[in-house]
């Protein structure tokens, strides 16, 4: 009985210790390049969307764990910053390290007529650089086909999200 306790005990403390080695990862809202507010929608469907393929593809956060929007949001919150501050960018980028992730992907959105230019990628936040093998330029679409791309583009940026 003892032998079988101190086993339920090892195996509790490796998946403790496991858990907490795997990467976070944060998903950013996109950002708005035509400043329109009736495209904020797109800018929160592509950061949804890929939050939930990506937990999708590793629900039990074997080798990633998805840092949720709202805690990014609630820490922006807290040091009073919005889009707007010039010091967004840098107040974003030290949230991201103060929630300890590792990679963050971000990405942005243009109208160009009546198709919607994209551009994604995953980022190594230490470096504070896009991964040159995990990004996604130009893909062209209408906003009713936006939900068909998102698989096709977790697909593609999961490897960096993976680390790999």
């Known amino acids: ?6 086993v339920i ?12 080695a795997q990467d976070r990862v944060a998903v950013l809202k996109f950002s708005n390049l035509d400043g329109k507010e009736e495209m904020d929608k ?7 969307s890929l939050i939930a393929h990506f937990i999708a593809e590793d629900p039990d956060e074997l080798n990633y764990q ?13 040091i009073g910053t919005n889009p707007r501050k010039p010091s967004y960018q840098d107040d974003l980028w030290g949230v991201i390290e103060a929630l300890g992730c590792k990679r963050a992907v971000m990405g942005e959105i243009l109208m160009n007529g009546d198709k919607m230019v994209v551009n994604v990628s995953v980022y ?3 470096m504070r650089l896009p991964l040159p093998d995990h990004k996604i330029r130009n893909l062209f679409a209408t906003p ?5 791309l998102f698989p096709r583009i977790s697909k593609k940026l999961r490897p960096g999200v993976l680390g790999n």
């Open 66 to 78: 998805i840092v949720p929007a709202d805690s990014i949001q609630y820490k922006l919150d807290q």
């Open 1 to 6: 009985m003892k032998h079988l306790l101190s």
């Open 42 to 48: 797109y800018c929160l469907m592509f950061q949804d």
């Open 9 to 20: 005990i090892a195996l509790f403390l490796c998946s403790c210790f496991s858990a907490q």
């Open 124 to 126: 190594d936040v230490e």
């Open 144 to 148: 009713e086909r936006l939900p068909s």
